[in-house]
């Protein structure tokens, strides 16, 4: 054997114990609170910030690109090395593409994959998710309802939709300067990008992603306005080390609230009081309907301008993404799949019940 195929299987090997390392510390989510999401995480992510923070476009989808391409060409040089009989040029393409996706997966972990295995959000900001009743979810539905309602009279989203990348601009800075979770959320990297085309990443059903090998985060600027504000926020969550989806929904919720400009907190508003209108629907159909009757025809018009946008992309690729992600986010300690951004809406209401002091 050549010392380059032995250097390749000793990568291999190196990787594979590597991975196994990484699956023993993913059981511990008190040292990788401690050690990594608040020791290892806050100051690494200086790297890609200096490296890619400053670029304006995306690398992170050049990166995606790029490896795909390598994988394409070496699977069709292993298939066709295989069939002439080139067994140790087929081994080399075998090992290329075995070590590419093996080295991925480590640093896939290491560079921001470990946050999915941290504390809850809960106990970080001490919320009793337990117990919760439905009189409670619907005495805050209440307020979310006319919240919403409220909102959308004093604000106008058409007057937004030329100004998406200021909207952007103006979170990052607000996040930024946010102190809310200051305790257990890294600060060396707080901004986002567009996809470096909005159209084909809206084939994919994606209004927001973030990317765990550059650490960039990207918000879908062709979709309505009015749901750019809670995806922006919702993505920087991630970005500062928040790997669950309903976590970070719950972060952009809290985040929005706060804000002094209406059109950013009607869009927190909008999107958590749908998220607990379909809930609610899943357990009680008609009383879902009732409240849901309670919008306003204007809250009902941006619903319908958004399901109109995404209706015009839906197909067989959403539905591959959508299948490929639920897996995904099974894979990384949320067994709910996709289901799991609903989740969001026990950390509303266990929030909405400590702040009127009905729980401590």
Same mark, same amino acid.
């Given at each position: 054997?050549e010392?380059?195929? *032995?250097?390749?299987?000793?990568?291999?090997v190196?990787?594979?114990i590597?991975?196994?390392?990484?699956s023993?510390?993913e059981k511990?989510s008190?040292?990788i609170?401690?050690?990594?999401a608040r020791g290892?995480y806050r100051?690494?992510?200086? #790297?890609?910030?200096?490296?890619?923070?400053?670029i304006?476009?995306?690398?992170?989808?050049?990166?995606?690109v790029t490896?795909v391409i390598? &994988?394409?060409? /070496?699977?069709?040089?292993?298939?066709?090395?295989?069939w002439?009989?080139?067994w140790?040029a087929s081994?080399r %393409?075998l090992?290329?593409?075995?070590n590419?996706?093996?080295?991925?997966y480590?640093?896939?972990?290491l560079?921001?994959g470990?946050?999915y295995?941290?504390?809850?959000i809960?106990?970080?900001?001490?919320?009793?998710?337990d117990s &919760?009743?439905?009189a409670d979810?619907?005495?805050?539905l209440n307020?979310?309802?006319?919240s919403t309602?409220?909102?959308?009279?004093?604000?106008d989203?058409? @007057?937004?939709?030329?100004?998406?990348n %200021?909207?952007?601009?103006?979170?990052?800075?607000?996040?930024?300067?946010?102190?809310?979770?200051?305790?257990?959320l890294s600060?060396?990297?707080i901004g986002?990008k567009?996809?470096?085309?909005?159209?084909i990443?809206?084939?994919?059903? #994606?209004?927001?992603?973030?990317?765990p090998?550059? $650490?960039?985060?990207q918000?879908n600027?062709?979709?309505?306005?009015?749901?750019?504000p809670?995806? =922006?926020?919702?993505?920087l969550? $991630?970005?500062?080390?928040?790997?669950?989806?309903d976590?970070a929904?719950?972060?952009?919720? #809290? *985040?929005l609230?706060?804000h002094p400009q209406? /059109?950013y907190?009607?869009s927190?508003y909008?999107?958590t009081t749908?998220?607990?209108?379909r809930? !609610?629907?899943?357990m009680?159909p008609?009383l879902?309907?009732?409240?849901?009757?309670?919008?306003?025809?204007k #809250? !009902?018009?941006d619903?319908?301008?958004?399901r109109?946008?995404?209706s015009?992309?839906t197909?067989?690729?959403?539905?591959?993404?959508?299948?490929?992600?639920?897996?995904?986010?099974?894979?990384?300690?949320? @067994?709910e799949?996709?289901?799991r951004?609903? +989740?969001m =809406? *026990? &950390?509303v209401?266990?929030?909405? &019940?400590?702040k +009127?002091?009905? +729980?401590?």
């Amino acid at each position: 054997m050549e010392k380059r195929d *032995r250097i390749a299987g000793s990568t291999a090997v190196l990787l594979l114990i590597g991975i196994f390392l990484i699956s023993l510390i993913e059981k511990n989510s008190l040292w990788i609170e401690v050690f990594y999401a608040r020791g290892f995480y806050r100051f690494y992510s200086y #790297v890609p910030r200096i490296i890619f923070g400053y670029i304006p476009f995306s690398l992170g989808d050049l990166f995606y690109v790029t490896v795909v391409i390598f &994988l394409f060409y /070496f699977a069709v040089k292993l298939i066709g090395n295989l069939w002439k009989g080139r067994w140790k040029a087929s081994f080399r %393409s075998l090992m290329f593409i075995i070590n590419l996706i093996l080295g991925l997966y480590v640093f896939f972990y290491l560079s921001w994959g470990l946050n999915y295995y941290r504390k809850p959000i809960s106990t970080n900001v001490q919320l009793q998710v337990d117990s &919760l009743k439905l009189a409670d979810y619907l005495v805050v539905l209440n307020g979310f309802l006319d919240s919403t309602n409220s909102l959308r009279e004093t604000v106008d989203p058409s @007057q937004w939709e030329q100004h998406k990348n %200021s909207i952007r601009e103006d979170l990052n800075k607000w996040v930024g300067q946010d102190t809310t979770f200051a305790d257990f959320l890294s600060r060396a990297h707080i901004g986002t990008k567009s996809p470096l085309n909005s159209r084909i990443v809206s084939l994919f059903g #994606v209004s927001g992603y973030f990317n765990p090998f550059t $650490h960039e985060a990207q918000v879908n600027t062709a979709m309505p306005a009015t749901f750019i504000p809670f995806t =922006t926020v919702h993505e920087l969550a $991630h970005q500062q080390g928040i790997g669950f989806e309903d976590e970070a929904n719950f972060i952009a919720f #809290v *985040r929005l609230e706060q804000h002094p400009q209406n /059109f950013y907190r009607y869009s927190a508003y909008l999107q958590t009081t749908l998220y607990m209108l379909r809930e !609610l629907k899943g357990m009680y159909p008609d009383l879902g309907k009732d409240y849901k009757g309670r919008l306003s025809a204007k #809250v !009902l018009n941006d619903m319908e301008k958004e399901r109109y946008f995404w209706s015009q992309y839906t197909g067989w690729v959403d539905d591959v993404m959508g299948i490929f992600y639920n897996q995904y986010l099974k894979h990384n300690n949320q @067994q709910e799949g996709i289901a799991r951004y609903d +989740r969001m =809406t *026990r &950390l509303v209401l266990a929030y909405e &019940l400590k702040k +009127r002091g009905c +729980r401590e």
